[in-house]
């Protein structure tokens, strides 16, 4: 009981760290942010092209976590197919990572996240290495 308490608690510090740490992001970047400008420029925006680049967005990255599938499973015929919600998961995180961080950390948690769901670092990194090319 004393050990669940133990873990309890050091689950709730771990938690207020990581929520201290966010806040404190939070405040640095929108410390530096001009909002009125923001509210300026948004009169002056086209609606259409935004929407249509949001949809190009969303559609892209089930998009590509096709294609990386359909290359994945051809490195490894003989192993079980992975699955695309997986790798539709896992293209979205490797998005978000590349939004903020070098493309090559997204790419390195593609290749991790593609190991531990069953392939090897090996596939991961060959096909992260062809996926990348066929992009391009």
């Known amino acids: 009981m004393i050990a669940e308490r133990g873990k ?3 689950k709730l510090v771990i938690f207020g760290l990581k929520l201290i740490i966010t806040c404190g992001c939070f405040w640095y970047v929108l410390r530096q942010v001009a909002f009125q400008e923001i ?30 599938t359909w290359i994945t499973n051809a490195l490894e015929p003989q192993q079980r197919p992975v699955p695309l919600r997986a790798m539709i998961a896992i293209s979205f995180i490797a998005n978000f990572l590349s939004q903020a961080l070098p493309n090559l950390i997204g ?12 392939s090897g670092c090996r596939v991961g990194l060959v096909g992260v290495v062809i996926d990348r090319g066929w992009g391009i």
């Open 8 to 10: 309890a608690s050091r």
């Open 107 to 118: 790419d390195a948690m593609r290749v991790w996240m593609l190991s531990r769901i069953g």
């Open 39 to 68: 509210f300026r420029e948004t009169v002056s925006l086209n609606y259409w092209w935004f929407a249509a680049a949001i949809v190009t967005m969303a559609t892209q990255i089930p998009l590509v976590a096709l294609r990386w």
